[in-house]
């Protein structure tokens, strides 16, 4: 009798365990195309303790304006934040960790507003994104993973030339050097040739 108990429990255990690991979300890590194809996000762990999830518009399918401008952000409500280019913005912001997926705000250049987003792994290679306006209107999108670089596409890493650039809140700290003093995050212009 103890002994079948003492099954039943590991047993228990065994399948608790696994219904809480299943209720973890995968990370998404990774850079996907839109479900319109017009851009691909870099999704990546931030946050102090890097358990959040950040996203970055790496690629552009028009990147640039009627005049041969990059496109900015010109709807955006931080007047700050109007002049920055689409390419390269932080677009989804520190989702953490829920049941089965990560929520949060995910921020739209269009109508320069934020809005609520859930993110998970329906499959390895998709992402599903699901945005709602007021809890009640909500759609969801399929983005698929894409392991090749785009032309024109931010291959370098966040916060370095060649890649994005995090908002402040979720930028990662500057590499300190043999001084002990914060690198800058980008390279000083190169003097004027006289």
């Not at 304006?65 to 677009?91: F, I, M, V, Y």
């Amino acid at each position: 009798m103890r002994q079948a108990l003492a099954g039943g429990i590991a047993l228990a255990g065994m399948v608790l365990g696994a219904s809480t690991a299943s209720s973890m979300p995968r990370d998404p890590s990774g850079t996907y195309l839109t479900e319109d194809g017009r851009a691909r996000i870099r999704l990546e762990k931030c946050g102090p303790t890097n358990e959040n999830i950040c996203g970055f518009v790496v690629w552009l399918d028009k990147p640039a304006n009627e005049n041969g401008s990059p496109k900015t952000d010109l709807k955006n409500s931080d007047r700050r934040k109007t002049a920055r280019p689409l390419l390269g913005h932080q677009l989804i912001m520190g989702l953490k960790p829920g049941e089965d997926r990560f929520e949060g705000m995910i921020y739209n250049s269009e109508d320069g507003r934020s809005y609520e987003v859930g993110v998970w792994l329906a499959k390895q290679d998709e992402l599903k994104v699901r945005g709602c306006l007021l809890a009640v209107l909500c759609a969801t999108q399929t983005w698929t993973r894409r392991s090749d670089t785009a032309p024109g596409q931010l291959a370098a890493a966040t916060g370095l030339p060649g890649g994005p650039l995090a908002d402040p809140e979720w930028a990662k700290p500057a590499a300190t050097g043999s001084t002990g003093a914060a690198q800058p995050r980008r390279p000083a212009p190169a003097p004027a040739k006289q």
